[in-house]
């Protein structure tokens, strides 16, 4: 069975940092992207990042870019997102999630969830 775990978030100051972490297990992730999404209270959930399957190809939403990286461990079947200078509209649940092919093409590629850690930048 398929587990992805997130971990990393809390409360921070606007300007500040935060890493999240996904660690997965149930099977080899080395062969699919992984991606990074967010979900605001009474907001839709959206797209922040993903990563192919070899880490070459990178996409990230325009809100987030120069701010936010996303990065891959295939060897301890980890993605990672590296936030800076955090803004108070990032508070959201931040959601790792598995695409069932090498790159992705919309959120429905992506079949497996974590559970969602939360992310809170004051102002």
């Known amino acids: 069975q398929v587990q992805l775990v997130e971990s990393g978030g809390g409360l921070v100051q606007a300007g500040g940092s935060l890493r999240l972490s996904c660690a997965a297990s149930?099977?080899?992730?080395?062969?699919?992207?992984m991606g990074w999404f967010r979900q605001a209270p009474g907001k839709e959930r959206e797209s922040v990042a993903v990563i192919s399957w070899s880490g070459g190809s990178t996409y990230y939403a325009d809100s987030v870019k120069g701010r936010f990286t996303i990065s891959r461990d295939n060897a301890k079947n980890t993605v990672y997102l590296q936030m800076n200078s955090l803004k108070p509209e990032d508070t959201a649940v931040y959601y790792c999630a598995v695409s069932s092919s090498r790159w992705f093409t919309t959120q429905a590629d992506f079949g497996s969830w974590g559970q969602g850690t939360q992310v809170t930048v004051s102002s």
């Open positions: 149930g099977r080899t992730f080395s062969s699919y992207a």
